[in-house]
């Protein structure tokens, strides 16, 4: 039986990672207050192995060291422990559960991490950017269950008959041509408590940008609305479906730094979230948010006080969860409390012996991916790290370029000149081995998207367009990069037009009028990642995928040197 607490007064203490809100008491006399749980997580893009996942706890001072955390069954273990100290419990998450997921579980088109969040009981979870990943027909046929085939890899590889999620996925803002949502807007989560019930409405939601941010042929037909506006709309059918607490699932979010005076004060909340927030209707209590892979905790309250939300997001990959606290007072039929705090998922010894079934489905997939995890594919002279240099390039992504050149430089490819690789598709460094070697696993880390490969003819004036929308957020500046072929310099002091100058092709100037033959990927080509100039390009060949054309180039030498990082020139003054 779920414990009722008494009304008293909450504490002020607002600590880093932990926040808490008290509302008005009007109307009938106080009640009984239940004390309702929402366990809840964002981004955890499919870690289900307990690896060299770490985080540093909530709360703490900068220069903590950080504590191994996370794997699906410590997270399965989190859960079961927080449902045993509140039955009345709801567990939800903020969007990109799957997509650009590790090997034992993208290798299976993330029927794993479903499997296991099934067995976990998920109730709800908003739609992210990355679950359109493999197009729209595939995250149907996540939720629906299924072995029909819409991508290149082969569904239902280790277990047959895949069920599709228990859970259900919300989509409000993801809207078809017709007008319906490709999911359900939102769900009702019912808990009792003493045999009373309180109904808990969740409003999911992508962020409006993800047109910008999937392949367009994954999202063709669809339309991204604004967040706020979709869910207000909502609020009149939230409450005539008896929802009596309404929160917001939004994969959208933001950041807060160390060493601020109160991290528990949303004012310190910088990001996109926060546009969202100034609109989202007052009857929202809770906006658990993602898709920065920040942990926070804030009373919005603090900002505007007609708003007192409770913000929150629980870092990345299934290292934290968030428990919020919600105290309803059923005499007068109104939240008067809320309190969150983020929660480390910390490894344990036990926990495969608590959560056998999901310890089990980890070790199925696991060894299926064994053999191809540890596969070598060549030997590379040195890291190649995703750091960026003071000019903005990366060494991994000037390698991804070079490798996507070489996979489209025949004549029967379209003679690809040059190659350019977008910052959001290198997703992990390459380390190789003592002796320089390499494996499929690691370059798997890499480039989990399993995007073709294509070449595009472009002119002079559309790959200049291109170089100079890089500079539209100089605060945000991630760099496309470019193949050995193709060099540049930049001031972002200059005016937009003309930040971006003596650019070269094999040492010879670039005409704004010439047509030039690029390598990229296909998710690039159709205008992914905000590059519309791409779009209208006319597409001379198909390629390999992009693993394959990383993996051909890796094997095409006895060692593959890491690139010199000086294509991009930064001539900024400083």
Do not use: W
């Not at 990109?96 to 991490?113: H, N, Y």
């Not at 603090?302 to 708003?307: E, F, G």
């Amino acid at each position: 039986m779920m414990r009722m607490i008494a009304l008293a007064p909450l504490g002020a203490l607002l600590l880093a990672g932990c926040a808490a809100t008290r509302g008005p008491v009007t109307g009938t006399a106080p009640g009984p207050v239940a004390a309702l749980q929402i366990i809840a997580f964002n981004d955890f893009h499919g870690h289900i192995d307990a690896d060299d996942q770490t985080v540093i706890p909530p709360g703490s001072p900068k220069g903590t060291e950080k504590v191994k955390a996370g794997g699906a069954a410590n997270f399965a273990a989190a859960v079961a422990a927080l449902r045993a100290e509140n039955p009345a419990s709801a567990v939800v998450t903020a969007g990109d559960m799957i997509g650009a997921s590790p090997l034992s579980s993208g290798l299976f088109l993330d029927e794993p991490t479903i499997r296991i969040m099934n067995r976990i009981g998920i109730d709800y979870s908003a739609l992210g950017n990355h679950e359109f990943d493999r197009g729209s027909k595939e995250i149907l046929r996540m939720q629906a269950g299924g072995c029909a085939k819409y991508t290149l890899r082969e569904p239902c590889q280790i277990l047959p008959a895949f069920p599709g999620a228990s859970f259900k996925f919300l989509a409000a803002n993801t809207v078809r041509e017709d007008g319906t949502t490709l999911f359900p807007a939102y769900g009702i989560k019912t808990l009792t408590v003493s045999g009373r019930s309180v109904r808990i409405g969740f409003v999911g939601m992508t962020l409006k940008g993800t047109g910008d941010l999937a392949s367009p042929s994954g999202v063709a037909g669809l339309h991204f609305a604004d967040e706020a506006e979709t869910a207000n709309k909502l609020v009149p059918a939230l409450r005539a479906a008896g929802a009596d607490i309404l929160a917001v699932l939004i994969h959208e979010g933001g950041s807060v730094k160390f060493d601020v005076p109160d991290p528990g004060d949303c004012k310190y909340l910088t990001g996109d979230i926060n546009p969202i927030l100034q609109k989202l209707d007052p009857a929202f209590a809770l906006v658990i948010s993602g898709h920065t892979h920040q942990s926070y905790v804030c009373d919005y309250g603090k900002v505007d006080p007609s708003r007192p939300f409770l913000v929150s997001s629980a870092g990345q990959y299934g290292t934290l969860l968030t428990r919020i606290t919600l105290d309803y007072d059923f005499g007068t039929k109104r939240l008067v409390g809320k309190h969150a705090e983020n929660l480390v998922v910390t490894q344990s010894a036990d926990s495969a012996a608590k959560q056998p079934e999901v310890a089990d489905l980890v070790s199925r997939y696991d060894a299926g991916a064994l053999a191809v995890r540890r596969r070598p594919v060549g030997k590379v002279g040195g890291p190649l790290t995703k750091t960026e240099e003071k000019s903005g390039e990366s060494v991994l992504g000037d390698f991804i370029a070079d490798a996507q050149l070489a996979a489209m430089s025949a004549p029967d490819k379209g003679g690809a000149q040059f190659g350019i690789m977008n910052p959001g598709g290198v997703r992990a460094a390459i380390t190789p081995a003592a002796d320089g070697t390499v494996t499929f696993g690691d370059l798997y880390a890499a480039q989990p998207f399993g995007n073709i490969v294509v070449t595009k003819a472009l002119t002079g004036a559309q790959i200049r367009a291109a170089l100079e929308k890089q500079f539209d957020q100089v605060d945000d500046l991630r760099l496309l990069s470019v193949s050995q072929s193709l060099r540049y310099s930049y001031d972002t002091t200059k005016p937009a037009g003309q930040r971006v100058f003596d650019i070269t092709l094999n040492g010879q100037p670039m005409t704004d009028g010439a047509t030039y033959h690029v390598a990229m990927s296909n998710f690039l080509a159709n205008g992914g990642d905000g590059y519309p100039m791409f779009a209208p390009g006319a597409q001379l060949a198909d390629g390999p995928s992009d693993l394959e054309a990383l993996e051909a180039y890796v094997a095409g030498a006895a060692v593959r040197q890491p690139p010199v990082p000086t294509r991009i020139r930064n001539l900024t003054p400083e």
